[in-house]
């Protein structure tokens, strides 16, 4: 591991914060992409597993931004905040320029309504918020920013992760293709 994820790992009290803004071009997202991997990898204890979920939530995120949140010449802004032992957590902020603005609480009832247990959507798309990005993570704001646009704040805490991973490690205990350690 090089100096620096090492210091980043090593680092106990003081969380680590990293904000990247981006134009309103779908082209930067593998950028974003990668750099989300390579970041949960090298300085979080998630799993190689989580790393590529929170991979698939900062997409998510980012895609709803600069589709519905801003205009094209635009930006967006993604912060990254890594409490070391603790969590991730991920805010992305549109502008509030899109075309089809929204208000946080009319985002979060449409997450509610979707997220709900035996919830069918008929749409091909509008999936994303409430079936990948509130399954995968513990925390999920959305926000009005002053000045206009939506703030995401999503969270996921290590130790529920643990915890999941040891059930499933559990579960699978009595399955002969599987060895738990």
């Known amino acids: 591991m090089n100096d620096i994820a ?5 680092n106990k009290k003081e ?3 990293i904000t990247i803004t981006l134009p309103t071009h779908a082209y930067f997202m593998s950028g974003i992409r990668d750099f989300t ?12 597993q989580w790393a590529y979920r929170f991979q698939s939530v900062v997409d998510e995120l980012c895609n709803n931004a600069i589709e519905h949140g801003s205009k094209p010449g635009e ?4 912060t990254f905040i890594n409490h070391p032992q603790d969590s991730i957590e991920i805010i992305v902020e549109d ?3 899109g075309e089809k603005q929204m208000k946080a609480t009319e985002i979060q009832k449409l997450v509610d309504e979707r997220s709900k247990e035996g919830a069918v959507i ?11 990005v509130k399954e995968w993570t513990d925390e999920l704001t959305f926000t009005d920013k002053p000045g206009g646009g939506i703030m995401v704040r999503v969270k996921k805490y290590l130790d529920d992760v643990k ?4 059930k499933q490690g559990l579960s699978l205990a009595g399955d002969q293709t599987h060895i738990v350690i």
């Open 6 to 10: 090492t210091a980043l790992k090593d």
């Open 15 to 17: 969380p680590i914060k």
């Open 37 to 48: 991997l390579s970041l949960i990898r090298n300085s979080s204890n998630f799993s190689e």
């Open 75 to 78: 930006e967006i802004k993604i």
């Open 95 to 97: 502008s509030g320029t």
């Open 122 to 132: 008929h749409e091909i798309r509008g999936r994303g918020l409430p079936k990948i």
């Open 163 to 166: 915890t999941q991973e040891l």
